[in-house]
């Protein structure tokens, strides 16, 4: 991807490593630039990789910028195996160049430098219907707690308290940032019950707060679904009408 001047942010499981928040992943999710040359570039990086795509929908930029991602799997090389999904659009989130703006960078032991979607992006990325993601975001916000916490800033206390997914966390942090959490809780009522000590009901809060996240990723993915079994029937359809037959490995 670098070779081939990708602008491109690392995301979903292997950004979490990164963050120290460990996570196994078979797969490397980009959020890609959308325009033609930075999508010549991908083409050229695939071609290298000898990846193919393995599911619908095909490499579209309209079905891309509708929300879809895009799915290969490398054949050569070291990368042999691995599956990379890209994308170029995330539900609430502004265009690419503010996430560029804001993004983090890891440089790693032979120099390579890395973009990541920052924390707090990253964060927000992983509020999705799966069961699996929530952990992963009290890792991600804990650890940058942990990391950042004896030098507060404004955005690093309002992440904080508008992220934090332990109780006993947000109890610390209400008591530490008392002015901040009452400024915040129009944005997040569930500040409240921190403040007032009320530990049961909050843990219900923090568990109503995931339904409700999980219900929009469901109201956001909905169409996208439909959308998705219309490409695979195009793609049956196709087929039948040319006899020809994609590979088991291609098939999802």
Not at 155 to 177: A, Y
Not at 186 to 211: K, S
């Amino acid at each position: 991807m670098q070779k081939h001047q990708v602008q491109a942010l690392l995301m979903g499981g292997q950004a979490c490593v990164f963050y120290g928040a460990a996570q196994f992943s078979k797969d490397i999710d980009f959020l890609l630039l959308a325009d033609k040359t930075n999508f010549a570039g991908l083409q050229s990086a695939l071609n290298e990789l000898g990846a193919h795509r393995i599911a619908v929908p095909k490499f579209d930029p309209a079905a891309l910028a509708r929300g879809h991602a895009v799915h290969f799997r490398c054949q050569s090389g070291d990368a042999k195996g691995l599956r990379i999904d890209v994308m170029t659009h995330l539900r609430d989130f502004p265009p690419f160049e503010a996430l560029w703006s804001r993004r983090a960078t890891v440089v790693d032991e032979d120099g390579t430098e890395v973009s990541l979607l920052s924390v707090e992006d990253l964060v927000k990325a992983k509020k999705t219907q799966r069961d699996r993601d929530w952990p992963m975001i009290s890792a991600l916000v804990e650890g940058h707690y942990k990391a950042t916490g004896n030098s507060p800033n404004p955005d690093r206390i309002t992440f904080w308290l508008t992220e934090t997914r332990t109780p006993e966390r947000l109890l610390d942090l209400v008591s530490r940032f008392t002015d901040e959490s009452h400024a915040l809780l129009p944005r997040r009522p569930l500040l409240g019950l921190a403040i007032a000590g009320d530990l049961p009901r909050l843990r219900e809060a923090l568990d109503a707060e995931v339904r409700a996240e999980q219900d929009k990723d469901r109201t956001y993915w909905e169409p996208l679904k439909r959308e998705m079994e219309g490409f695979r029937r195009a793609e049956r359809e196709g087929e039948g009408q040319t006899g020809e037959r994609r590979p088991e490995s291609e098939k999802s």
